[in-house]
């Protein structure tokens, strides 16, 4: 649309720019959202506000178009890919708190399951609140999980999915933690859009985690618990 092309971001005040940048998420237009996101960075946005309100924001919308069968893969994998542009630049920002570090997890899309987009925000997010973060990545199978946890001796696992047909998946990685007599060394924290708090606890999950920010609240909760108990 010749309209668009006439558009310059830096002119519009800030509700205009978040509309547009919904637009230009939704089109996949990856260096437009940098932009964006630079040009609200200099009006003094905090990173966080420009993930939840911009780029989540506009995520929803596509999200919402996707389900209804408006919008397909390709334009999904385009708006992902234009959403983690916007991302990259905030991450070390949401890292640059300077927060002692509080603690170590291990977190990873289970198998079956590509989706990472909510697992890097949070990655981000818990990062930003002094965290030390090992992703392991999409498509995890037990092993994977149980390789890392040995490997890196976190306080937390994070497990994510983001189908209904893979989240059954994180029982099968608790299990065989119990099987193992593992379960007890690890804080078990889920999350992933159709998850919900009854399935955290059907599946013996420590705690289901509706966002990143609430991700990062119940880390912090449960991390001090298990220190106080240590030091009792
Ligand atoms: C982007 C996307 C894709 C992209 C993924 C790109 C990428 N790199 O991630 C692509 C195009 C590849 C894709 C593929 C598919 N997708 Co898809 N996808 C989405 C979409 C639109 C957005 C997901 C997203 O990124 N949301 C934004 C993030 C920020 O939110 P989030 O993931 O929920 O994460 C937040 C919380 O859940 C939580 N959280 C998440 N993980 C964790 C982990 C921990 C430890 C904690 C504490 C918290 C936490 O915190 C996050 C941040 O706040 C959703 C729709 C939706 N509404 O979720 C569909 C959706 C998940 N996809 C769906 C489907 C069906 C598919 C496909 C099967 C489609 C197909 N026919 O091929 C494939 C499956 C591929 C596979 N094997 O995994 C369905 C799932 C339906 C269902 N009930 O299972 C959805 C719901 C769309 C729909 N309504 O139909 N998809």
Redesign the pocket.
Known sequence: MSEEEDIVLSELNDDELVEQMFDDLYDGLKEEIEEGVNILLERGWTPYDILTKAL?GG?TV??HD??DGILF?PE??LA?NAMKGGMSILKPLLAETGAPRVGKMV?GTVK????????N??SMMMEGAGFEVVDIGINNPVENYLEALETEQPDIL???A????TMPYMKVVIDTLVEQGLREDYIV??????LNEEFGKAIGADAY????AV?VETAKDFVSRKHNQLAG
């Open positions: 989540v995520m596509v999200g996707f389900r893969v999904v994998l992902a977190i079956g399951d590509i989706h990472d987009i909510g697992k925000l949070v994070g497990m994510s983001l189908l209904t047909t924290l889920v999350g992933g859009a159709p985690c509706r966002d990143a991700a």
